[in-house]
């Protein structure tokens, strides 16, 4: 077999081992990841010093990934878009 080859193989050999934890009743949805994604800038800085969790485990899945990355990229749209007539006031002043 070809070393290229090998590696992927291996790979899908290994994720055969991977498991998921059973259902949980009331596993937090699309609208608490959306909260959760909406929060995650405060909680992500302090995950860094204290044992807190970003992301709710468990929850539903696909529904609550959604809602996360979606109330995350709204949170950052949220943060950036006030700055953007100072970064451009700034980038084409000439001096």
Known sequence: MKPHTVTPACLL???????????????PGIFHGFWHGLVALPP??????????VYAFPNEGFLYDLGFCTGF??????IVTPLIPFVGGFLTRGD
């Open 44 to 53: 992500l800085i302090g995950s860094l010093l204290l044992p807190v969790r």
């Open 73 to 78: 990229v709204v949170g950052l749209l949220v």
């Open 13 to 27: 050999l290994l994720t055969g081992c991977a498991t998921q934890p059973p259902p949980v009743a009331h596993a």
